[in-house]
């Protein structure tokens, strides 16, 4: 019989940060550099997230869609691309989290952002790993797409944990990430980007294990069929 020191680590304790920094340091700061190469899912993508986001907010009573949200937060935002896209477009504000500073710059000196920073709309940027990130305003929604997988599941639940204090009343955290498809329905560490992709159970988990309920969940549709499948979940507290 093997003894437990012969089991496989598990995925998320082989990430390392600074090799994940390293990588994204790397990477061209446009949505092409951004999508792995797939620039082309970024308007599908947008798509799919507004319409979401609007029957969020069809049902709320707190964030109806006849006024504008008035802060929200794009995390792991990388250049701002949804930002852009989609939550500039519903919110007076929004803040930015991202670590690697070359891809803020283009938030923060950009020609593309100029009209939303001239009006206002583009708060505090905050440079730093969502691990270290502590929020400093109330927020109608924190966005969290396509980031997570350089956490490991401790600072996931500590990142949870920690967020959904600085949410409005009714507010919601809105999860996008890529599903693990393993045959054996385990979590798959990439040592390209040093990041884990999880499952669908994971994700439920650790929304649970933070005393998070998810309100809405639904398979993003229309993206190449040899990428990841992708979910978008939005969650609230369980209080």
Same mark, same amino acid.
């Given at each position: 019989?093997?003894?437990?020191?012969?089991?496989?680590?598990a995925?998320?304790?082989? +990430?390392?940060?600074?090799?994940?920094?390293?990588?994204? @340091?790397?990477?061209?700061?446009?949505?092409?550099?951004?999508?792995?190469g797939?620039?082309? /899912?970024?308007?599908?993508?947008?798509?799919?997230s507004?319409?979401?986001?609007?029957?969020?907010?069809?049902?709320?009573?707190?964030?109806?869609?006849?006024?504008?949200?008035?802060?929200?937060v794009? *995390?792991?935002?990388?250049?701002?691309?949804?930002?852009?896209?989609?939550l500039s477009? =519903?919110?007076?504000?929004?803040?930015?989290?991202?670590?690697?500073?070359?891809?803020?710059?283009?938030?923060?000196?950009?020609?593309?952002?100029?009209?939303?920073?001239?009006?206002?709309?583009?708060?505090?940027?905050?440079n =730093?790993?969502?691990?270290?990130w502590?929020?400093?305003?109330?927020?109608?929604?924190?966005?969290?797409?396509?980031?997570?997988?350089? *956490?490991?599941?401790?600072?996931? @639940?500590?990142?949870?944990?920690?967020?959904?204090?600085?949410?409005?009343?009714?507010g919601?955290i =809105?999860?996008?990430?890529?599903?693990? @498809?393993?045959?054996?329905?385990?979590? /798959?560490?990439?040592?390209?980007d040093?990041? =884990?992709?999880?499952?669908?159970?994971?994700?439920?988990?650790?929304?649970?294990?933070?005393?998070?309920?998810? /309100?809405?969940?639904e398979?993003?549709?229309?993206?190449?069929?040899?990428?990841?499948?992708v979910? +978008?979940?939005?969650?609230?507290?369980?209080?």
């Amino acid at each position: 019989m093997s003894s437990g020191s012969d089991a496989a680590p598990a995925p998320d304790s082989q +990430i390392d940060t600074s090799a994940a920094l390293t990588y994204w @340091n790397s990477c061209d700061p446009s949505v092409t550099g951004m999508l792995g190469g797939f620039p082309q /899912v970024s308007r599908i993508d947008l798509q799919q997230s507004t319409t979401f986001l609007a029957k969020l907010r069809r049902a709320s009573k707190t964030h109806p869609t006849t006024t504008p949200l008035s802060r929200i937060v794009d *995390c792991g935002a990388g250049i701002g691309r949804i930002t852009l896209g989609l939550l500039s477009k =519903v919110a007076t504000v929004t803040d930015i989290v991202e670590p690697v500073e070359k891809f803020t710059r283009e938030i923060s000196e950009g020609d593309d952002f100029k009209q939303l920073r001239d009006q206002g709309k583009i708060g505090t940027i905050y440079n =730093v790993g969502l691990e270290a990130w502590e929020p400093e305003h109330t927020y109608d929604i924190i966005w969290i797409q396509w980031c997570l997988g350089q *956490c490991t599941d401790t600072q996931v @639940n500590a990142l949870f944990t920690r967020i959904q204090k600085h949410l409005s009343p009714g507010g919601w955290i =809105v999860l996008k990430e890529n599903l693990s @498809n393993h045959q054996l329905g385990e979590d /798959v560490y990439d040592e390209t980007d040093s990041s =884990v992709t999880r499952t669908d159970d994971k994700f439920r988990a650790l929304f649970k294990e933070a005393g998070l309920k998810i /309100v809405a969940t639904e398979l993003q549709r229309g993206f190449p069929k040899d990428l990841y499948p992708v979910r +978008i979940y939005a969650a609230q507290p369980e209080a």
